[in-house]
């Protein structure tokens, strides 16, 4: 998956609420992992993602250069 834009809304639900929706999405898909990539990310917070933040959502995080992050890790549930 490839996220170009990400903007919170008036609805928005979180970060929780989104990982939980791609996760379901892959899972329902038959994947057995997942990979997001954000390009052009400008929000700081983003860009440096602790892997502990990461590890909760079972993924694993990279910044791939200065605007460009990737997310990684196995489909949970069943």
């Known amino acids: 998956m490839n996220v170009w834009a990400l903007y919170a809304t008036e609805n928005s639900e979180g970060p929780y609420a989104l990982m939980q929706a791609i996760n ?9 992992s997942i990979s997001i990539t954000g390009n052009g990310v ?6 440096s993602i602790s892997p502990r933040a990461a590890g909760r959502f079972g993924l694993e995080f990279r910044r791939i250069n200065d605007v460009t992050i990737l997310l990684q890790g196995g489909v949970r549930g069943k």
């Open 42 to 47: 400008m929000n700081e917070g983003l860009l």
């Open 24 to 32: 379901s999405e892959a899972r329902a898909a038959g994947a057995s």
